[in-house]
């Protein structure tokens, strides 16, 4: 698969760069640019968890569990435990 590229002028400190260089002679990427590639991925799925966590933490505050969800959750587990054919 041919993924075209665009060549985005940017600066980096000695320390980045030596950060960087670090992680293609780990592996992590075969040259300079694909280690920042996986970088901005990383970045990106990181920020995309948190965000996700977030509205996750903020439903249950606002529509905290009762013991009615409690009940039913444990009556599924128990249901899809003896649905196993173990």
């Known amino acids: 698969m041919f993924c075209t590229t665009t060549p985005v002028p940017t600066r980096f400190s000695d320390a980045d760069l030596a950060l960087i260089d670090g992680l293609v002679e ?4 075969d040259n300079r ?8 991925h990383h970045l990106a799925d990181t920020v ?9 933490a903020a439903s249950y505050r606002e529509h905290p569990q009762t013991q009615d969800d409690d009940e039913l ?3 599924y587990a128990i249901a899809l435990t003896e649905a196993e054919p173990w």
Do not use: C, K, N, P
């Not at 780990?26 to 990427?29: I, N, R, S």
């Not at 640019?33 to 901005?40: C, F, G, P, T, Y």
């Open 33 to 40: 640019s694909a280690v920042i590639r996986e970088a901005i």
């Open 73 to 75: 959750a444990l009556a």
């Open 26 to 29: 780990q592996g992590v990427g």
């Open 48 to 56: 995309h968890r948190e965000r996700t966590g977030a509205r996750i």
